[in-house]
């Protein structure tokens, strides 16, 4: 029996007939059966797990898909897709012009200046083109009570013609040689009859003690040095009396030149004032005072033109007028003209009140400099006022009727008003002052930087932004126009 029925061992029976199996083969058909049923049940577990996750993350998409079959292109789509990407060129254009622009621009903080003992240098270039050389001195004091008297060793002085021309070096060889030989004839008069080893006292304003003084010029100039008063020590002084200097004469106006004015000089930080003025200025009881002929001022022509004047180093991004190169706000003295005619008093007082801000560049591009910024005020008297006097009025044929002038006509028919008119001088110093005024405040400027991912951000906004606009007026029309159809 069991070897008639061994040939149905893992196969189907024939119907009807019993399938038997032998008893090994059994048990190893029942094993490899469990083991791929197993291995069904991974897999569908798997195929299950896949199919939740990308479900999930199909419920995530925000950009759904249309089959190309079910999307419908129209002319109008098309010309709007290109007026869209006309608008992203235009916006994209803007926005990066904006982002260096932005990177080229600068950001100011104030901060209190809390620098102490610190000099300031001050840069001028100056034309006075009717003012000798010789009548043009620079004096500065401030509040601390510094003075500088006839500031001259940081300054150049430029004897000009007065069309503008520089005088040439021949023509001033001339000059000084002529002035060398009168020197020289006025001292040999002064020293006449005294013995060839003679050396004069300085009367304590000596340097040094072989320091001699043997005019009277050289006691007056050993004064200035210690910046004492001269006045006293004319009345005293032997080369003086030799002289017949006893009183030191205010010297007069020259004329016929102009003159240029360049150079720098250093203040403290603090408020002062810098002059051009008639006369020479001297310390006298503790004041500044100028010597000078009253009948004389007239003749001193204060007319002048700025070309440069700067507080502290000058930076590159200063320019000449208006803005600077990048794009600070100007307003200093550079190019401003005065021009003094009998019509505004022949010559005058003129007044620059200047507000100095203390201005810190800093960052990598800026080179971390110190300087300053102002801005400033004007002013101007006039030497020579026009004084009217009281009207006057004649009443014709009718002497007995009042002449009041009330601010109608007075009196009767044939009056005739007369004024006098006559110039008056007014009580100034003709010359031209700088005053100054340190801001408490100091203004930090720096370079703005904007990073590159604002720019990418701006970017896809624009690009985002003008689609989608772009997207709703088309379907919004592709509505409208399918509607007109239904309803025809």
Wanted: hydrophobic share 35%; net charge neutral.
């Amino acid at each position: 029996m069991s070897s008639t029925y061994g040939g149905y061992v893992g196969a189907a029976a024939p119907r009807g007939e019993p399938t038997l199996r032998h008893r090994g083969s059994h048990h190893h058909h029942s094993a490899g059966s469990n083991g791929a049923g197993g291995g069904a049940f991974d897999d569908d577990d798997k195929g299950a797990k896949l199919m939740r996750r990308s479900k999930v993350m199909r419920s995530l998409d925000m950009f759904p898909k249309v089959e190309s079959d079910l999307t419908v292109k129209t002319d109008r789509g098309g010309m709007m897709a290109l007026a869209g990407y006309g608008v992203i060129a235009v916006l994209l254009l803007a926005e990066v012009v904006s982002y260096r622009s932005e990177n080229s621009s600068f950001k100011e903080h104030v901060r209190v200046d809390k620098s102490l003992g610190k000099r300031m240098r001050v840069d001028l270039n100056i034309t006075f083109p009717a003012l000798h050389c010789d009548d043009l001195h620079v004096d500065a004091m401030d509040v601390a009570g510094d003075s500088q008297i006839d500031v001259e060793d940081t300054l150049v002085k430029k004897r000009l013609h007065l069309d503008g021309r520089r005088l040439s070096s021949g023509e001033i060889k001339v000059e000084t040689n002529k002035a060398a030989e009168a020197d020289k004839k006025s001292r040999d008069i002064s020293m006449k009859g005294l013995p060839e080893d003679y050396c004069g006292p300085c009367y304590g304003a000596h340097q040094t003690e072989d320091q001699c003084c043997n005019t009277c010029d050289d006691v007056v100039e050993a004064y200035k040095v210690k910046k004492w008063s001269d006045h006293g020590v004319l009345g005293v002084a032997e080369q003086c009396k030799r002289e017949g200097r006893t009183k030191l004469e205010p010297k007069r106006m020259s004329k016929g030149e102009g003159c240029n004015l360049s150079g720098y000089m250093t203040f403290n930080r603090v408020a002062g004032n810098f002059h051009i003025a008639m006369g020479e200025g001297v310390e006298r009881d503790g004041r500044h005072i100028h010597q000078f002929v009253p009948e004389d001022a007239p003749n001193f022509n204060a007319s002048h033109t700025i070309h440069k004047l700067s507080f502290g180093p000058e930076f590159e991004v200063f320019g000449s007028t208006g803005t600077d190169k990048r794009g600070f706000a100007r307003a200093d003295l550079s190019g401003v003209s005065k021009i003094v005619t009998e019509v505004n008093g022949n010559t005058g007082l003129f007044q620059y009140f200047i507000k100095v801000v203390p201005t810190n560049f800093v960052g990598k591009d800026l080179e971390n400099i110190e300087t300053n910024r102002y801005f400033f005020t004007e002013r101007y008297r006039p030497l020579m006022i026009d004084m009217v006097d009281e009207e006057h009025r004649d009443l014709g044929e009718h002497p007995k009727k009042a002449g009041v002038h009330t601010g109608g006509s007075a009196g009767g028919g044939g009056t005739t008003n007369h004024y006098e008119h006559h110039k008056v001088q007014n009580s100034v110093l003709p010359g031209v002052f700088f005053v100054y005024e340190i801001y408490p405040f100091a203004v930090e400027v720096s370079k703005n930087s904007v990073p590159l991912t604002h720019l990418l951000i701006r970017i896809m906004a624009t690009v985002g932004g003008v689609m989608t606009i772009v997207g709703w007026l088309d379907s919004a029309m592709y509505v409208r126009e399918k509607k007109r159809k239904g309803v025809r």
